[in-house]
């Protein structure tokens, strides 16, 4: 079974789906962009879980490419899968750190038992990577990646956003 792609144009925390992907900074206790509305729209609920985590696994933080589960709190998911995009460098490849993201986010996915997943454009945004790149990598790892996920909804800010998915999407 293939993975249906759809894109939205819109706010991820007002997707109903099974998980929502957050581009999540590694501390994971909030922060701005997609992160930031997340934490806010989801309630106090999300960062308790991840304080939980970071006192039970995640110490440190969690790490670049990396993904974990917590509660969606009040978004109309089950689940929010924080997943730690890499920033952009001009100087060092790191596109196997983004693609990361997207293949350990369907793999939590999975083991979730989700069949509905929205993600934003991870590393996107204040992490600086250039868009039509991040849509490339994004909709080329999905393709590319075994899951039993039914729909990757990528939920794009803007219409710049959305037309570099769109380009990529086909």
């Known amino acids: 079974m293939s993975t249906h792609l759809t894109l939205v144009q819109g706010d991820i925390t007002q997707q109903s789906v099974d998980a929502i992907v957050n581009a999540a900074n ?3 206790l909030g922060g701005g962009g997609v992160d930031g509305a997340i934490h806010r729209r989801g309630g106090p609920e999300i960062l ?3 304080r939980d985590l970071r006192a ?3 110490g440190k933080g969690l790490p670049t490419g990396q993904a974990v589960a917590t509660t969606a709190g009040r978004l109309d998911a ?6 730690v995009g890499p920033r952009w460098s001009a100087d060092t490849d790191r596109s196997d750190l ?3 993201c997207y293949r350990e986010s369907l793999r939590v996915a999975d083991e979730l038992g989700a069949r509905t997943v929205a993600f934003p454009a991870v590393s996107a945004g204040i992490y600086g990577w250039p868009m039509d790149d991040a849509a490339r990598i994004a909709v080329e790892t999905v393709r590319a990646t075994e899951t039993a996920v039914e729909e990757v909804r ?16 086909g």
Do not use: K, M, N, P
């Open 48 to 50: 308790a879980a991840c």
């Open 154 to 169: 990528f939920v794009l800010f803007d219409e710049t956003a959305y037309e570099a998915f769109a380009a990529h999407v």
């Open 56 to 58: 039970s696994h995640y």
């Open 98 to 100: 983004l693609a990361s």
């Open 26 to 28: 590694s501390s994971l």
């Open 78 to 83: 089950r689940w929010v899968i924080h997943t």
